[in-house]
């Protein structure tokens, strides 16, 4: 446990032959694991995890056959993971991430049956995912690979009945299509495969996994329209637990998928929501790396009432279905980076809980609707670079705190914080009357946000504290279960 140790772990350990647990995570323990500790027949727990410890996992790790618990993440290990783990036949959590370990993953691993959770994320692995690791276990609840140098295509091995409720692939070179036996994950919570090299149409048969919360696939080569035949069928509601819906920096084509913004319930139930409170203190567990202004950071958690939709940087075209407005559990909304025309509906003025708007670089005609400023947790707000025109809605508290970002790139908008000004500026109490084109000046708008950015936003407040406390008990024993379900 934590207790600030510094140093080496001491050869002498070796000699507690009848120990059955070890716990020395969290700590400033350095230098290599000694090979005394292999020789610790009776463990059946070894977390050395969050220390500086260096050198290589050795071949002696398999004559370890009580153990059930390893961790050795967060430290500097090197080299390649041993094939001996396969060994470890007892194991049912193996915590690797965090480290600086290359090589291939061994297929040996595959050998590990009782296996419920593979942690391997954020090494320098490289090779192809065997493809055994979507059968080997039954127990498996918990996969992450993300964050390595893997290639090749996912495996295509999911099999009837099993139990994978987490598959974490971001940030790889995987290649090919998505493999169909994912519809046999029916208890899967969270899939994200984004920022790797896949190349496929629109996976629509993911839908119809029953607890999906988690679908993240932005920075990929998927292409086509996105719709789905099932929505034929009045009896299935698509996506029926799908608060994060990732599809951007594809290549998606065609009309925004209408029929599913007309059934994502969990998007709707805004009430249900509130029952954790504005301050949603309730988690989805699942790691997941966001990025902000050019930094990194990793939360454990999902806010349970955290909705997003990102859609932005495809191709989608014609107009932006008014159906949104009935999702009004959403915080976070980006059409950005499309070809999406028309006018702003009205119904955004229904997004009760929506604290970024991200409309930029379309081709959106029309006056900005009034509605808008019934938005009273609306905190970012990117309408810039499309065909907007007549003045801005200056009522409501809100809008008052847009700056200039906000709207450029629209020649023909007025009104504060734009420096051109409209003909009915002095008549501020009056309500929204048509509106007159006014030209003004076009210039160029900073980069858009990203529904990560907003996570951070919770990250440096209230939600940030207890996430990092999270952290720190899941992190931190007793029970490994912990690291993964909290109040799932």
């Known amino acids: 446990m934590s207790n600030n140790l510094s140093g080496s772990i001491p050869p002498k350990i070796g000699k507690l032959f009848n120990l059955k647990s070890l716990w020395l995570w969290g700590n400033k323990l350095s230098g290599s694991i000694p090979l005394e500790i292999w020789k610790l027949y009776s ?12 050198g290589t996992i050795t071949p002696q790790i398999g004559k370890l056959y009580k153990l059930s618990q390893l961790d050795l993440s967060t430290n500097n290990l090197s080299g390649s993971i041993p094939p001996e783990i396969g060994k470890l036949f007892n194991l049912e959590s193996l915590w690797l991430f965090g480290n600086n370990l290359d090589g291939t993953i061994p297929s040996s691993i595959c050998n590990l049956s009782s296996l419920g ?5 954020e090494n320098r692995l490289q090779g192809r995912i065997p493809q055994c ?51 046999k994950c029916r208890w899967l919570q ?20 029953p607890k999906l919360r988690v679908l993240v696939m932005r920075s990929n080569k998927f292409h086509g329209k996105v719709f789905s035949d099932y929505l034929k069928n009045d009896s299935i509601f698509p996506f029926p637990n799908l608060q994060i819906f990732d599809i951007s920096h594809n290549e998606f084509t065609g009309p925004l998928p209408d029929g599913y913004f007309q059934n994502l319930v969990a998007m709707m139930n805004v009430r249900t929501n509130k029952t954790a409170g504005r301050n949603r203190i309730a988690y989805y567990s699942e790691s997941f790396t966001l990025v902000f202004k050019g930094f990194e950071y990793k939360l454990l958690e999902i806010l349970l009432t955290f909705t997003t939709l990102d859609f932005s940087d495809n191709k989608f075209n014609g107009s932006i279905p008014n159906s949104i407005g009935k999702l009004n559990s959403l915080i976070f909304l980006n059409f950005s980076h499309n070809m999406l025309e028309g006018k702003i509906p009205a119904s955004f003025g229904n997004l009760s809980e929506l604290e970024q708007l991200d409309l930029s670089s379309n081709q959106l005609q029309g006056e900005i609707p009034w509605e808008l400023t019934r938005l009273s947790f609306l905190e970012s707000l990117n309408l810039s670079n499309n065909l907007l025109y007549g003045p801005i809605p200056h009522f409501g508290g809100q809008f008052l705190t847009f700056e200039n970002n906000s709207y450029i790139g629209n020649p023909r908008l007025c009104g504060y914080p734009l420096t051109k000004k409209c003909k009915d500026d002095d008549d501020d109490d009056k309500a929204p009357q048509p509106m007159l084109k006014i030209e003004g000046d076009d210039s160029e708008f900073l980069d858009g946000f990203t529904w990560q950015a907003v996570v951070m936003g919770y990250g440096c407040g209230l939600v940030f504290g207890v996430t990092m406390g999270c952290l720190a008990l899941l992190y931190r024993r007793p029970m490994w279960l912990l690291k993964i379900f909290l109040g799932v």
């Open 43 to 54: 463990l059946s727990e070894l977390d050395l995890s969050g220390n500086n410890l260096s």
């Open 117 to 121: 959770v593979l942690q391997l994320s």
């Open 133 to 183: 690791l979507g059968n080997f276990s039954t127990s498996l609840t918990y996969l992450a690979l993300n964050r390595n140098q893997l290639y090749g295509p996912v495996p295509t091995t999911f099999a009837d009945g099993n139990k994978l409720e987490h598959l974490n692939l971001n940030g790889n070179k995987l290649q090919g299509p998505l493999p169909k036996s994912l519809y």
């Open 190 to 209: 969270f899939l994200d495969i984004g920022n790797n090299e896949i190349q496929d149409s629109f996976p629509f048969w993911v839908e119809s996994l």
